[in-house]
């Protein structure tokens, strides 16, 4: 059965990090892209960030240099590096196969101070 868990939200001061983690089981993870998805309160959901199968990456403009997405083929999972977080990041950031129907849970990420 194929599914993805994120972990790693939480709440944090405006410029601090985090670090989300998505891990994929039933599914031959290291042929597909992956991407990072958010939605805050009120607003649609956003595309954040995707990496290829060859690691090519693309961010939204919103997020570019401060967002770092990656992948471990080996530990079937992808990560999304958050620095220098601002209160507009605020949302649950959800994990997707890009471009399927499948997606995490999702995890909260609160920017506060």
């Known amino acids: 059965q194929a599914q993805l868990v994120e972990s790693g939200g939480g709440s944090v001061q405006p410029g601090g990090s985090l670090r989300l983690s998505c891990v994929a089981s039933g599914i031959m993870f290291r042929i597909n892209a992956m991407a990072w998805y958010r939605q805050a309160p009120g607003k649609q959901r956003e595309l954040v960030a995707s990496i290829s199968s060859s690691g090519s990456k693309n961010y939204a403009d919103s997020v570019q240099g401060r967002f770092t997405i990656s992948r471990d083929n080996d530990k079937t999972t992808v990560y999304l590096q958050m620095n220098s977080l601002k209160p507009e990041d605020t949302a649950v950031y959800y994990c997707?196969?890009?471009?399927?129907?499948?997606w995490g849970q999702g995890t909260q990420v609160t920017v506060s101070s």
């Open positions: 997707n196969v890009f471009r399927t129907a499948l």
